[in-house]
């Protein structure tokens, strides 16, 4: 027998285009998939997200790949090994921050890797209802802590007259553990369409930076009620501190309303749990806040402190940004005093499939999305129209059941239509409608704001049919 061709990594990795051919790695073994991307049962976008790399991170999140029959199809695609010192991935030393943060999933599309910010490709995001851990999106600010689980405490500081306590994870753990589906979903979600309309300051995500999971840990009312709370100043609000630190030390912050923390209704969590797993380290191990149905950004990860407080926290995330404007309203004349910090979200909803500017077959288009409203809004209705807004048709909804009033994580919606006869292109846009009637706006113009946050403007996404 010959001896296998040896590739190197960065070899492979030229391989992830038709153009240069698509190869793949196996464990060390390498293996050019061009002939089979067009015959893959799950797709051949969803194969091309492991283009010029390792199978393994994206076989982990679909078990349908453990089994021989798939193991034969690829063994016929083969065409050499990596060569050894390729086959562990190379660790690297330097002063650099951001060097100890965790290994990321290839499939995210990162905005930003220092810090890191990334979410999943449309097409991954709304194939599982509840989102898989490694494609969680994710939003950082500053390098991820690395935390001792042993010595993790968490402080929880109350007004004069109040206990303060020090808790480790065991004794979170004593508190009755409450688990919740909760849909988190950043400010800055589909801000690459603002930026289209008119520039904004902010990373340019697209339409997933919003994902859903299942959150486990005590609830924040039930600690409170520990150190000696109740709700007597309606005033009042909660603040958290992460152990997230920039260069001066100052830590990510940010604050509820005490209604809301002490409210056993609105199930604010102190999570340690996201599906099943302890956190990941991206997303706030050993634990986070879960503030369901209010934005991203008061989930602080990584959880170091909370203080009940007469005033909304000092931290420049919750006072200097995360805030909405007036289109009219811009750099020289903001003032971030005069608006509210975002808390619940408005209703969105978004296409995951098909892709702008892909190319769909006549005959018959399926149409696939999320839908979500913020404060606990159920999504009553999901409107699609494939031709710009001038007809509609109503989605299937898929995914959990909503609670009324604790509508906390998405649905997933669906739509099968006939592509009408003799179309060459498709305008397919979306909307959604929340159980208080809330819609969303037809275009950006009127909601564009200097920061790009709140971009909830009908989803739009234009298509070719092949005749
Ligand atoms: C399904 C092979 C890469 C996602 C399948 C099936 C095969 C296959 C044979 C059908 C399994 C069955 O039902 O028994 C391959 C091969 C790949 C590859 C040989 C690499 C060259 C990927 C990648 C992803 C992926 C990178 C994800 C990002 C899926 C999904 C299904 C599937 C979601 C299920 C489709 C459905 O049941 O609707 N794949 N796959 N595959 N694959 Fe892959
Ligand atoms: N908490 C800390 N400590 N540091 C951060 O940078 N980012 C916030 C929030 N909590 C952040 C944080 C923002 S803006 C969002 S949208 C969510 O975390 C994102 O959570 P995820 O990364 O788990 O998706």
Redesign the pocket.
């Known amino acids: 027998e010959k001896s296998p061709h040896i590739y190197t990594r960065e070899e492979v990795k030229s391989h992830s285009s038709l153009e240069t051919r698509i190869w793949?790695t196996l464990g060390c073994e390498v293996?050019d998939?061009t002939e089979?991307v067009d015959l893959?049962?799950?797709g051949p976008s969803?194969?091309m997200?492991?283009a010029g790399g390792p199978?393994e991170p994206?076989?982990a999140?679909?078990a349908?790949?453990d089994?021989a029959?798939?193991r034969e199809?690829?063994a016929q695609y083969k065409v050499g090994e990596l060569s050894s010192e390729d086959k562990a991935p190379s660790t690297l030393k330097t002063s650099d921050p951001y060097a100890d943060d965790p290994v990321r999933h290839p499939?995210l599309k990162v905005n930003s890797q220092r810090p890191f910010n990334a979410e999943p490709p449309p097409e991954?995001l709304t194939?599982n209802y509840i989102t898989p851990n490694p494609i969680f999106f994710t939003r950082n600010h500053l390098p991820v802590p690395n935390l001792e689980p042993e010595t993790y405490r968490l402080h929880v500081v109350g007004p004069p007259g109040c206990q303060s306590l020090s808790l480790s994870l065991d004794d979170l753990y004593q508190f009755p553990k409450h688990e919740v589906t909760v849909t988190l979903q950043c400010a800055g979600n589909r801000r690459s369409e603002m930026t289209q309309f008119k520039e904004v300051k902010g990373l340019e995500w697209n339409a997933g930076a919003i994902s859903t999971a299942r959150w486990a840990g005590a609830r924040l009312c039930d600690v409170l009620a520990k150190a000696g709370h109740q709700l007597r100043e309606t005033e009042a609000h909660v603040c958290f501190e992460g152990l997230d630190s920039d260069p001066t030390g100052t830590a990510y912050g940010a604050s509820i309303p005490l209604a809301r923390a002490m409210d056993p209704e609105a199930e604010v969590l102190l999570a340690y749990e996201m599906n099943g797993q302890p956190l990941p380290r991206d997303h706030g191990f050993p634990v986070r806040v879960v503030v369901p149905g209010v934005v991203g950004a008061r989930h602080v990860k990584w959880l170091g402190k909370v203080s009940v407080e007469p005033e909304e926290s000092y931290s420049h995330w919750q006072r200097r940004d995360y805030k909405g404007f007036s289109p009219s309203v811009d750099w020289d004349t903001v003032d971030f005093d005069s608006a509210p910090s975002i808390q619940e979200l408005p209703v969105q909803s978004a296409i995951t499939e098909p892709k702008d500017g892909e190319t769909v077959q006549s005959g018959e288009v399926t149409i696939k999305g999320y839908a979500w409203s913020g404060g606990g809004r159920a999504i009553v209705r999901v409107d699609v129209s494939l031709d710009g807004g001038l007809t509609w048709q109503v989605a299937e909804l898929n995914g959990e059941e909503q609670r009324p009033r604790k509508a906390w994580a998405w649905r997933l919606w669906q739509l099968q239509a006939p592509v009408p006869a003799g179309k060459k292109e498709l305008n397919i846009v979306c909307k959604a409608v929340d159980d208080s009637y809330n819609v969303q706006p037809d275009s950006v113009a009127p909601i564009w704001n200097l920061r790009g946050v709140l971009s909830n403007a009908w989803h739009r996404v234009h298509v070719r049919v092949t005749p």
């Open positions: 793949v293996f998939v089979f893959h049962p799950g969803k194969l997200l492991a199978l994206f076989w999140l679909y349908v790949h089994q029959h798939v199809i690829l499939a991954l194939e």
